[in-house]
């Protein structure tokens, strides 16, 4: 039983956010990052995926439905997503 949303866990003294959190609060991200249909597939496969974005920390969406989050670096998308939930 919960009474709210996992924010995530210190690693390294980083605060990495959780992907429940991504899921809940995505919508509410500045830095929000929308993908199309393959690229959300390639994402939920767990693919790294090419992007022509800023580095840092974003809300992954498809359709403007959160997913998950990653960090862009270097022109990469690094995947965030769980592995127990990748297809």
Known sequence: ISIGVHLGTIQKNILKL???FYHTFGCMFFNQLE???ISALKYLHGDELDIDKPNGI???NYLGTPLGGGK?????LKNYYK?????
């Open 18 to 20: 959780a992907h429940e």
């Open 35 to 37: 993908l199309d249909e």
């Open 83 to 87: 592995k127990e939930l990748r297809i």
């Open 58 to 60: 974003f809300a992954v």
């Open 72 to 76: 862009i670096a270097q022109g990469k």
